[in-house]
């Protein structure tokens, strides 16, 4: 039989798609040669060699003709060595070993000696033979257990060449392989790491908490030693077990990527992904040569993204996470293709709050500047929006870029209310400030003591919350003051340790015309931690 033909399967993404292997013998002044057309990458144009030392080494012989390989259809490009088992068998058919193979659908690959190796995408290929009613599945033993859960599939897990050759000729002697009896809800290994190991860290625990129940990205803020970390790989023990819609989707591009434990099956935990900052873009968004490959993104669908040191990630990297968190997918465009791998994953982010790790830590000196602490968040402006933050040792206000929409600089003004005079004793000083400026303690001092200076040394402090305060205008302002009201973020200290001096910065006239001479001071409990605030 000169001609004959098997099936086989590509993989182009995360799918498969059906291949048919054509092998002709004939005779040729060249003994012995062999011809592979259909557009096959490296590794295929070398199989010819493998194929021929495992059809000698299993006893099979290679034909004393010229051998075509044609592998249809010729558009689609033919990557990996999965295609080494139907050549062999194609070119065995055509010696006569057996019939047609027209209900079987083969891959993978041999050793010199006739051993079949494990291949990637071995899940894909299965639901391609269920897509186009192929019975029959053959394939490396390896990767039987993954193939196995495609319903409508007979799969059979082979190690050896000759094995296939008595399996084809006597296939009442052979069993499909059937997937492993699993709960639907596997539980969490004990190396894992548990969440309920935590101790203390009530805030964090709770933000993660949320996050989790709805989905959210977190982004953890805090100096070294913290828990950021410790508390981010704990973050995918409480998310929700995968369905087996998910499973299945993430077994699949675990599979493609060749990150799939060898022998296993579905995979029922959440996978969490833990790139390093000198990744790349292609590495984290996926690409490659050749065929684009599925990148950390995609290897963290219904999972867990985590990227530690946030802001040494390099700035292009992070800005193309901005189509994976809004679309929650990734499209890649090649000249001759364009994939879409899915990307549906939760980003988890830690971060210092400054190149030195210390800003607001106060236990460790920062000595960083406002202008090296803001060039820092700025990395970090685009995908982290709306973030959770969690600072286990910094207090609540000293962060230098609380925004409500992200994390990014903050200046503080104030301004003249509608209506104010316009007079340099009464219209009120437009004060900018950073916020480190404000919590450097020195700082403070320094203003304080110039106020102190320009008023010739004022009368002394008041307690926090007086109900009226003579007015240097005429009258009383009982009723009609507005006062700031700062929290230092610490469990021990409450309001009542806050205490005011010179409010009248803080006091505004019915009219919103400040009074004139306004400062303010603010004296806090000893070892209290709450920042002045201009």
């Known amino acids: 039989m000169p001609l004959f033909k098997t099936r086989s399967a590509a993989v182009c993404g995360i799918d498969a798609h059906p291949v048919d292997v054509e092998v002709d013998l004939y005779r040729s002044g060249m003994a012995r040669d062999f011809m592979l057309v259909g557009m096959p990458d490296t590794a295929v144009r070398e199989s010819r060699e493998r194929i021929k030392s495992a059809l000698m080494n299993s006893g099979f012989g290679y034909p004393n003709q010229a051998v075509t390989v044609n592998l249809a259809p010729a558009h689609l490009r033919k990557e ?47 639901v391609c033979a ?54 639907a809800n596997v539980p969490v290994s004990e190396s894992a790491p548990d969440f309920r190991d935590v101790r203390g860290q009530t805030t964090a625990k709770r933000g993660l908490q949320v996050a989790a129940a709805g989905g959210h990205n977190v982004l953890m803020i805090g100096p070294p030693g913290s828990g950021k970390t410790m508390l981010a790989k704990r973050f995918a023990g409480i998310l929700p077990p995968l369905s087996f819609e998910e499973a299945i989707e993430t077994t699949k591009i675990h599979s493609i990527a060749g990150v799939l434990p060898p022998g296993g099956g579905l995979l029922h935990t959440r996978p969490f992904r833990t790139p390093h900052h000198t990744i790349s873009d292609a590495g984290l968004i996926g690409g490659g040569t050749g065929s684009p490959r599925p990148g950390e993104v995609s290897l963290a669908h219904n999972g867990v993204l985590f990227l530690d040191e946030f802001p040494e990630f390099p700035r292009n990297v992070l800005e193309i996470l901005r189509q994976p968190l809004e679309d929650l997918t990734v499209t890649i465009a090649r000249s001759n293709m364009t994939l879409c791998f899915p990307a549906s994953f939760m980003l988890v982010a830690a971060m210092n709050p400054c190149p030195c790790g210390y800003y607001g830590d106060t236990t460790r000196e920062c000595r960083c500047t406002p202008a090296i602490i803001q060039r820092y968040l700025g990395k970090i402006s685009g995908p982290a929006a709306r973030p959770h933050r969690h600072s286990d040792r910094s207090t609540r206000s000293s962060f230098p870029g609380t925004t409500r929409g992200g994390v990014g600089g903050i200046v503080r003004r104030y301004a003249p209310a509608s209506g104010a005079g316009t007079g340099n004793s009464t219209r009120p000083r437009v004060q900018q400030c950073s916020n480190a400026d404000a919590d450097d303690p020195q700082a403070v001092r320094a203003r304080r003591d110039r106020r102190e200076d320009s008023r010739n040394g004022d009368a002394a402090h008041e307690p926090f919350g007086a109900r009226s305060r003579p007015d240097p205008e005429g009258g009383s302002n009982s009723g009609r003051s507005r006062r700031l009201r700062v929290d230092c973020g610490e469990a021990h200290c409450g309001s009542d340790s806050i205490q005011e001096s010179r409010p009248e910065l803080l006091e505004l006239t019915g009219n919103g015309r400040k009074k004139a001479g306004a400062r303010k001071d603010l004296s806090f409990r000893p070892g209290c931690n709450a920042k002045t605030v201009f």
């Open 80 to 126: 990996g060595a999965g295609f080494d088992l139907p050549m062999a068998l194609a070119i065995l058919g055509a010696m006569g070993t057996f019939k047609g193979l027209d209900k079987h659908l083969s891959v993978g690959e041999l050793s010199l000696d006739g051993t079949i190796r494990p291949v990637r995408g071995a899940l894909s290929v299965a």
């Open 130 to 183: 269920r897509e186009h009613h192929i019975e029959n599945l053959i394939l490396p033993f390896e990767n039987a257990e993954e193939a196995s859960v495609v319903e409508g599939v007979n799969v059979f897990g082979v190690k050896h060449l000759a094995e296939v050759v008595v399996m084809l000729a006597k296939p009442e002697n052979f069993t499909a392989v059937r997937p492993s009896a699993r709960p």
